[in-house]
């Protein structure tokens, strides 16, 4: 077996092993997703994303909600929604497919860690003091009398 040293690397090993795991390569293109793959048992079509590096399906910013599966060579996420066939180690792949509902709630949940961590770095040098912001949220001005 080759050791891919990117994720075109990943895409060919894959091509040369996904048959023996009951899945095939419908089409490949250069737009999220990378791939439709076929459950051949099943003729069940799913939306694939190549990625040398699982962690790298979320550090491209890639919408969990459009796809179905990640292909890799090696899965270095703790855990994740989506089902991840890890090529270096294909016997590890079970292809359970979350609910569109769970997807768009693991998405929620990344976009808010996003939002917060992108807030916290933008935000750190413009914070109001909390007594600044009392007196901006006042609805009466102090008296001068």
């Not at 894959?14 to 990378?34: M, N, Q, T, V, W």
């Not at 890890?86 to 792949?93: A, D, I, K, L, Q």
């Not at 992108?118 to 003091?129: N, T, V």
């Amino acid at each position: 077996m080759l050791t891919p040293e990117n994720e075109l690397g990943v895409i060919v090993e894959f091509a040369r092993i996904c048959d023996s795991y009951d899945l095939e390569i419908i089409s490949i293109g250069s737009k999220y997703p990378d791939a439709v793959i076929q459950v051949i048992a099943t003729r069940e079509n799913l939306f694939a994303e190549f990625e040398f590096m699982s962690s790298n399906f979320f550090d491209h910013g890639h919408d969990l909600r459009k796809c179905d599966m990640i292909i890799c060579w090696q899965n270095d996420l703790q855990e994740c929604i989506l089902p991840v066939f890890e090529v270096s180690n294909p016997n590890s792949f079970v292809l359970c497919r979350p609910l569109e509902s769970e997807k768009e709630i693991a998405f929620l949940r990344l976009e808010n860690k996003r939002l917060r961590s992108e807030l916290a770095r933008a935000g750190s040098s413009h914070r109001i003091p909390r007594t600044e912001q009392k007196k901006k949220a006042s609805p009466n001005p102090p008296d001068d009398a």
